[in-house]
């Protein structure tokens, strides 16, 4: 809820706006040119901010005047007069620039806050440029070393700098969390879980019928727990999310990814396991002189076009590792078939190896991890949470078109296929059991 003097604030805000509109008042800055010259001599960006400074002052007085009248002159649609002066400050280049402004009282005593005033010191996009600029690699020590250009500014100090990414990043994981789903066109969408400085995060990613990628969501827990995993789904169904169309989710082994999305998709969702999640559990489980052989092997399998083939050679592998590690062959065998999904579907080969896996989202949370390497101490709360989320937005500006984005007709076409097997499928069962 906002505080009366932000609600009061605003209103100043749409009335200097009001008025502009309709008076379309001239504001006509006029520099001695001695002092243009020496500006400019120390750089046009100085010039250009002390110019901007002047035209702040300048719609300031502007507005005054329309308020008040001109100074010791009657006015008869006075509005308030003029009161007292104390200082105060407007933010520009994404400083704070101390000025001294003028208060004026209204005819019932009251103060009248300038709209201008108000407008010039919103600190809103100061706050984006401290989110954008420590997300590039500045810290808030060397912030104001970096970025000051008046002399006099304030407010760009390390304490200052920590407080306001605290908020900007706040904000822009709430966006994030808060964004509506429901327009969202979806052929496949990717969720796994990362370990993230001590803690699990789990993030889905949609891959949109254009091939763009876009975040969904954002999950802390201490494990891919179902509980987790479940609020996760609810959230995205909450935002409007369509989990009754036909769609590809690739996942990672974890059987709570796949309790969830079967309990919210049912028939609608088509599992396909992470290829290198199955690959990797299996090496791990094998001595190391047999790694090498049996990871060619796999490659080998997961990239043959037909289902047939995959299923044969996988097939082969599994009789093998039987022999050698059992363990590694029931690894094997475990889920098998949903990691032939994308070979089912008989989908391209450029697609396929971009959703036979939860690659997109392990590349984004690298960009976290990159970015992350410079906290030292992680506190409780949404400190990690902040932090991934705004690492997501920053990979999510990166994002290419998923390769192989132009086949993705294809598997649409076969999305709806498979949803009308189902169909007629529960059809004819029916038939049989009446």
């Given at each position: 809820?906002?505080?009366?003097?932000?609600?009061?604030?605003?209103?100043?805000?749409?009335?200097?706006?009001?008025?502009?509109?309709?008076?379309?008042?001239?504001?006509?800055?006029?520099?001695?040119?001695?002092?243009?010259?020496?500006?400019?001599?120390?750089?046009?960006?100085?010039?250009?901010?002390?110019?901007?400074?002047?035209?702040?002052?300048?719609?300031?007085?502007?507005?005054?005047?329309?308020?008040?009248?001109?100074?010791?002159?009657?006015?008869?649609?006075?509005?308030?007069?003029?009161?007292?002066?104390?200082?105060?400050?407007?933010?520009?280049?994404?400083?704070?620039?101390?000025?001294?402004?003028?208060?004026?009282?209204?005819?019932?005593?009251?103060?009248?806050?300038?709209?201008?005033?108000?407008?010039?010191?919103?600190?809103?996009?100061?706050?984006?440029?401290?989110?954008?600029?420590?997300?590039?690699?500045?810290?808030?020590?060397?912030?104001?070393?970096?970025?000051?250009?008046?002399?006099?500014?304030y407010g760009i100090e390390k304490s200052a700098i920590s407080?306001?990414?605290?908020?900007?990043?706040?904000?822009?994981?709430?966006?994030?969390?808060?964004?509506?789903?429901?327009?969202?066109?979806?052929?496949?969408?990717?969720?796994?879980?990362?370990?993230?400085?001590?803690?699990?995060?789990?993030?889905?990613?949609?891959?949109?019928?254009?091939?763009?990628?876009?975040?969904?969501?954002?999950?802390?827990?201490?494990?891919?727990?179902?509980?987790?995993?479940?609020?996760?789904?609810?959230?995205?169904?909450?935002?409007?999310?369509?989990?009754?169309?036909?769609?590809?989710?690739?996942?990672?082994?974890?059987?709570?990814?796949?309790?969830?999305?079967?309990?919210?998709?049912?028939?609608?969702?088509?599992?396909?396991?992470?290829?290198?999640?199955?690959?990797?559990?299996?090496?791990?489980?094998?001595?190391?002189?047999?790694?090498?052989?049996?990871?060619?092997?796999?490659?080998?399998?997961?990239?043959?076009?037909?289902?047939?083939?995959?299923?044969?050679?996988?097939?082969?592998i599994h009789q093998e590792l039987d022999r050698i590690n059992?363990?590694?062959?029931?690894?094997?065998?475990?889920?098998?078939?949903?990691?032939?999904?994308?070979?089912?579907?008989?989908?391209?080969?450029?697609?396929?190896?971009?959703?036979?896996?939860?690659?997109?989202?392990?590349?984004?949370?690298?960009?976290?991890?990159?970015?992350?390497?410079?906290?030292?101490?992680?506190?409780?709360?949404?400190?990690?949470?902040?932090?991934?989320?705004?690492?997501?937005?920053?990979?999510?500006?990166?994002?290419?078109?998923?390769?192989?984005?132009?086949?993705?007709?294809?598997?649409?076409?076969?999305?709806?296929?498979?949803?009308?097997?189902?169909?007629?499928?529960?059809?004819?069962?029916?038939?049989?059991?009446?």
């Amino acid at each position: 809820m906002k505080k009366p003097y932000q609600i009061a604030a605003g209103r100043a805000v749409q009335r200097v706006r009001q008025w502009a509109e309709e008076k379309n008042p001239v504001v006509q800055l006029m520099l001695p040119m001695i002092e243009i010259l020496t500006l400019a001599k120390r750089g046009a960006g100085e010039l250009i901010r002390e110019a901007g400074l002047q035209l702040i002052l300048l719609a300031m007085a502007q507005e005054i005047e329309a308020l008040t009248g001109a100074p010791y002159q009657r006015s008869a649609g006075r509005q308030a007069q003029r009161w007292s002066r104390e200082e105060g400050f407007v933010v520009v280049d994404g400083q704070k620039v101390p000025i001294e402004r003028q208060r004026l009282r209204g005819k019932d005593g009251g103060e009248v806050r300038l709209g201008t005033y108000e407008l010039f010191q919103q600190t809103r996009n100061l706050d984006d440029q401290v989110w954008w600029k420590m997300l590039r690699g500045l810290t808030t020590r060397n912030y104001p070393l970096v970025t000051r250009t008046f002399a006099e500014a304030y407010g760009i100090e390390k304490s200052a700098i920590s407080e306001r990414f605290i908020q900007a990043s706040r904000e822009k994981l709430k966006e994030l969390m808060q964004r509506p789903l429901g327009e969202l066109q979806l052929c496949a969408i990717v969720i796994d879980g990362t370990p993230f400085k001590g803690r699990q995060m789990i993030a889905a990613v949609g891959v949109e019928n254009d091939g763009k990628k876009r975040i969904l969501g954002l999950r802390e827990g201490a494990t891919e727990n179902a509980t987790v995993v479940r609020e996760l789904l609810e959230d995205l169904a909450q935002r409007g999310l369509d989990f009754t169309s036909p769609c590809l989710y690739v996942l990672d082994g974890a059987k709570a990814l796949s309790a969830a999305v079967k309990r919210h998709a049912g028939e609608a969702a088509l599992i396909q396991r992470c290829q290198v999640h199955k690959r990797r559990n299996v090496l791990e489980q094998l001595p190391d002189e047999y790694q090498p052989g049996i990871e060619r092997k796999l490659l080998a399998a997961y990239g043959m076009l037909e289902y047939a083939d995959a299923k044969k050679a996988l097939t082969q592998i599994h009789q093998e590792l039987d022999r050698i590690n059992p363990s590694a062959a029931r690894s094997l065998e475990e889920g098998m078939e949903e990691t032939l999904t994308v070979h089912k579907l008989r989908m391209p080969e450029m697609l396929r190896k971009s959703l036979a896996s939860t690659n997109i989202i392990e590349s984004a949370f690298s960009v976290a991890e990159d970015l992350c390497r410079r906290v030292k101490r992680w506190r409780e709360g949404d400190h990690r949470e902040r932090w991934a989320g705004s690492a997501l937005l920053l990979a999510e500006s990166k994002f290419r078109r998923v390769k192989g984005y132009k086949e993705i007709p294809k598997l649409l076409t076969a999305l709806a296929d498979h949803a009308t097997n189902r169909t007629k499928k529960g059809v004819v069962s029916k038939t049989k059991t009446a």
